[in-house]
């Protein structure tokens, strides 16, 4: 959740594979390799030299995770069910 919660404060965020998070790499953020010490550090220090792209994905991301909603979560619940019933029946 702490992905979601920084973009949604506006921040570009890294993250690796391992958090399961479904934002954009080098839109949102960046995805970097698990364990991998240099690439987090490479990024780190991209976003800190570059005002201009910090503010840029973070305002990307803040846009993108605000269709992460409950109400959008439980609308594609019950649309899986209802195709999942429909393909049963038939």
């Known amino acids: 959740m702490v992905v979601y919660e920084a973009a ?3 921040l570009p965020v890294i993250w690796t594979r391992n958090v ?3 934002l954009r790499d080098s839109k949102d ?3 970097i390799p698990i ?3 240099h690439a987090l550090a490479e990024k780190i220090l991209l ?3 570059n005002e201009v792209q910090r503010r840029e994905m973070g305002q990307s991301a803040q846009q993108y995770v605000q269709q992460f909603t409950w109400q959008n ?3 594609e619940v019950i649309a899986h069910y209802d195709s999942m019933l429909a393909a049963r029946r038939n």
């Open 8 to 10: 949604a404060c506006g």
């Open 20 to 22: 399961g998070a479904a």
């Open 29 to 31: 953020g960046f995805e």
């Open 35 to 37: 364990a991998d010490a």
């Open 47 to 49: 976003l800190y030299e």
């Open 73 to 75: 979560y439980h609308r």
